[in-house]
């Protein structure tokens, strides 16, 4: 186990790495600088501007020099906010996106779970037919519909939660309302196939032939195993929601971190693009590995070889 | 001596599917002697499994329907069990040890709870308790290491060593009539004979009854008291093992026992097949479902479905050769010479 961690951790190093350079010289290719109106500038200014960011160095260079303050843990500074560290402005924005995202994640998985269980056990009914009808609704409307529909009847017809912006804890139901549809209906559609399917199962026929319990049977037996693989689903689901989606923020003006990473893209910040990349691939890659070692104590049958394949 | 523990009368099972209703079971009916063993063979299809669940009431609810019958055990009618009363006679009264050990067992549940969950719900023992006797019964069944086998998840096992868990898990709480649904053909042949002799001294240590369901008859031979042979639904004989080997009277049983390996026979001798394969019950006709294979056919076989002919106390057999308004049949002679 101990070895399998190490070499996950150390590929997990190099994966980052990777994403690192290819990012690094794939921005490089962008058209266009960091500095608004540059064709305003002087040659001398713009002399002085580039020397200051380093940005009068062949692109080798500049990468060196990145990958040699990124390992000591210098993300560098904006270019667009004057003497702003990008490690300060990403933790300044990821608490708002992980608190809607976490908030979603919680919610939808609950309901989703309840949803998909419900459907599974009454498979074949109208309830069944109800749960995957919303399901398949809840995966292909974008959330920016709900959320604007959120907005209007919750917001500005009944008034009970506030429209938009980041002001108090209400503020932050909308936003996780709206995300959580699709959580709610991932899961639900997940699980529900993986129940039919454990349903099925002979060690479900086995548990009741015991004499158990029509619950005890459900609860022990089928939703325990059809819980495993609906982890793996989880965990990048999770990440993609907690690190903020840039419609939702932009809609509820939330100060997320989906937000500031397009804001840079659209300015060329490289830097902060070049930070919250390397920010969301490293969160990413964690997650996964942390879903196979959590896979691991669900799943007796999985075992941490001394190769360190699963 | 012969206590009757189960009697199974008339037991029609439909099932909904989408081309119609199927009734795969036609009115079974055979009785069960407390430490008896009796084996029900046939091919496959011939409703032996749906039999047996319907005796456990574990058809899928959704499209099986036990639409006639009774299932007396110890003169009650398990068809009118509230689901509550019928959980408690599922594993304490009658218990089931199915096909595949593979799939049997809960992937993610170790052996000694899976042992144990049955013990807690029907003894209301303590855990410790319960503990103490799942170990028992891993020792019983002969798994080595039983204390920290307890531990160990079913993957851990291999296939033979899991159906001895699964006996185990069977038989932990004592129970009257153990319903083994063909439990040695996923097993290879040395297991296979392993097994057999574990139920067998299980049943005289325990006086269990057991309804074992197979088609092979080498197993049969071995374990049964009585053997019920069953076609598209039907019984179509049944009697004491002797009867059955040795006095077969319906020409399918006749058919199976001659289709059988033969040890003494010269290895140039093919092997009887009986011809034709099992009807597709959905389209079964009013005649005897084994009319068109028969080589006896008479005009009457494919109009009417025989009676059950009495021979002896146990021996029943559904055919018209037999029927005391038949002039003469004579059974063919091979069947006594082959099979001395």
Known sequence: MKRYIVKRLGFMVITLFIIVTLTFFLMQLLPGTPFTNPEKLSDSQLQILNAKYGLDQPAAIQYFRYIGNLLQGDLGYSFQYEGRTVKSMIIDRVGPSAFIGLQALIFGTIIGLVLGIVSALKHNTILDYGAVT?????????????????????????????????????????????????????????????????????????????????????????????????????????????????????????????????????????SVIMGITLFYSALFIFVVFLVDIIYGFLDPRIEYKEGGQV | MTEEILAVTDLHVSFKTQAGMVTAVRGVNFNLNKGETLAIVGESGSGKSVTAKAIMRLLPKHNAQISQGGILYEGQDLLNLSVNDMQKVRGSEIAMVFQDPMTSLNPTMRIGKQIMEGLLKHQKLSKTVAKEKALQMLELVGIPNAKERLEAYPHQFSGGMRQRVVIAMALACNPHILIADEPTTALDVTIQAQILQLMKDLQEKMDTAIILITHDLGVVANMADHVAVMYAGEIVEQGTLDEIFYQPQHPYTLGLLRSMPNLSASRSEPLIPIPGSPPDVMTLGTGCPFAARCPHTMKVCHDFLPKYTHLSDSHTVMCWLQDERTPSAQIPEEVGSVYE
Not at chain 1, 134 to 158: D, E, H, N, T, W
Not at chain 1, 236 to 249: F, K, N, R, W, Y
């Open chain 1, 134 to 270: 919303l399901a398949v609704l809840g995966m292909s409307i974008p959330s920016f519909v709900f959320a604007a529909l959120l907005q209007y009847y919750i917001g500005v017809k009944l008034e009970w939660l506030p429209v938009a912006l980041w002001e108090s804890y209400e503020s932050t139901l909308l936003p996780s309302i709206a995300l959580s549809v699709t959580v709610i209906a991932t899961v639900a559609r997940f699980i529900r196939s993986e129940m039919l399917e454990v349903l099925g199962q002979d060690y479900v026929t086995t548990a009741r032939s015991k004499g158990l319990g029509e619950a005890a049977v459900i609860i022990k037996h089928v939703v325990r195993n059809a819980l495993i693989p609906v982890v793996t689903m989880l965990g990048p689901l999770a990440v993609s929601i907690m690190t903020g989606t840039l419609v939702i923020e932009k809609i509820f003006s939330v100060p997320g971190l989906g937000e500031q990473f397009t804001l840079s893209i659209l300015v060329l910040d490289y």
